[in-house]
């Protein structure tokens, strides 16, 4: 089973123009909606590749009430128990606008609800009933904070997975992912942009190993179109890359790529095989028109092409 923590849901939404244009108005070819953040996005493609999840953060107003409900009707909602807190605040909507011609996305995000302190307290008590519950095999942190959540929250829910002896994944951005570092998380998955933020180093290499300095056990760095480069618990590395550069909506590749990471990790597997499963999704998600879903038979077809490889430093 596998826990994943958004504590700043949303309800995706997906426009498709044909080309944007700023201070223009446009028809919208097309709208999908989504249950999506980041952690939720992870849970859907953990259910989809046959794993348990426990999905908490915060939910409220309308579009909290649609992200469970969308939840709930998943093709694999069996896998997925909703445990998420409901809040007085309204979960907020993210809108990915993808241009048909391009296939470049546009992406607002909305800052989300401001969370009580009652609220952040009801979820810490959810968090550690599903920790002690201790059928966990990892804990997946991802995304932003909304308004009222302490910017120290994933320092928190790290030292409580580790007191526990639960794996944790922390996805995140700007100060709540310097700050969780200091609680030493087992894995961090940053992008490329997120990884020279933290660290002041454009050179993924060197700025992965810096972000192990500064506390991150081991990095998977997620590089766009490049794949992945992996620095180890023991500072050895790996880089994957998917067969050829893709083109369609990005959104959500981040969010498979942990998928892929934390299913290979629960199942045994070793860091190339982990590594291989996250390039062959997340560029399968890019292949997906919708965020946050992949397209299993392009994920079938990739995976044995990605190809990984031991870096050296
Ligand atoms: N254009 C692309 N072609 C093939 N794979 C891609 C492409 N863009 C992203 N990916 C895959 O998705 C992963 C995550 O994308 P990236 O943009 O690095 O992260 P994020 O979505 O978190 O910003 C990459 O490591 C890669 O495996
Ligand atoms: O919490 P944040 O950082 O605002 O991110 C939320 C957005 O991230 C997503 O999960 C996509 O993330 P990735 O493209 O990084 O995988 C969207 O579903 C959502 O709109």
Excluded: Q
């Amino acid at each position: 089973m596998i826990i994943t923590v958004t504590l700043n849901a949303a309800l995706d939404l997906t426009y498709r123009v044909p080309a944007l244009r700023p201070r223009a108005a446009h028809r919208v070819l097309d709208v999908v909606e989504r249950a999506g953040g980041k952690g939720l996005n992870v849970a859907r493609v953990l259910a989809a590749l046959g794993h348990r999840v426990a999905v908490t953060g915060f939910a409220g107003g309308p579009a909290g009430g649609e992200v469970r409900r969308r939840l709930a009707a998943d093709p694999n909602a069996a896998r997925l128990a909703d445990a998420l807190v409901p809040i007085a605040g309204h979960t907020r909507r993210t809108v990915g606008i993808v241009e048909s011609r391009s296939g470049g996305a546009t992406l607002l995000n909305e800052p989300g609800p401001t969370v009580t302190p009652a609220e952040w307290g009801a979820l810490l008590r959810v968090y550690r009933e599903l920790l002690a519950a201790g059928d966990a095999d990892a804990v997946a942190l991802c995304g932003s904070l909304p308004p009222g959540v302490p910017v120290g929250a994933y320092a928190e829910l790290i030292r409580e997975a580790r007191a526990a002896g639960v794996y944790v994944l922390l996805d995140s951005d700007g100060p709540p992912l310097r700050r969780g570092l200091a609680a030493r998380p087992d894995l961090i998955k940053p992008n490329a942009d997120e990884l020279a933020g933290l660290t002041g180093f454009a050179e993924p290499v060197g700025a992965a190993r810096d972000a192990r300095r500064r506390g991150a056990r081991a990095v998977a760095a997620s590089l766009g179109a490049e794949g992945m480069l992996v620095v180890a618990e023991d500072d050895g590395g790996w880089r994957a890359a998917p067969p050829v550069p893709l083109s369609g909506n990005p959104t959500g590749a981040g969010d498979s790529a942990v998928a892929g990471l934390l299913s290979g990790l629960a199942e045994g597997l070793p860091w190339p095989a982990r590594l291989a499963r996250a390039v062959a999704l997340s560029a399968a998600t890019v292949l997906a028109p919708a965020a946050g879903e992949y397209d299993p038979a392009a994920y079938a077809e990739l995976l044995p092409r990605v190809e990984v490889v031991p870096a050296t430093w």
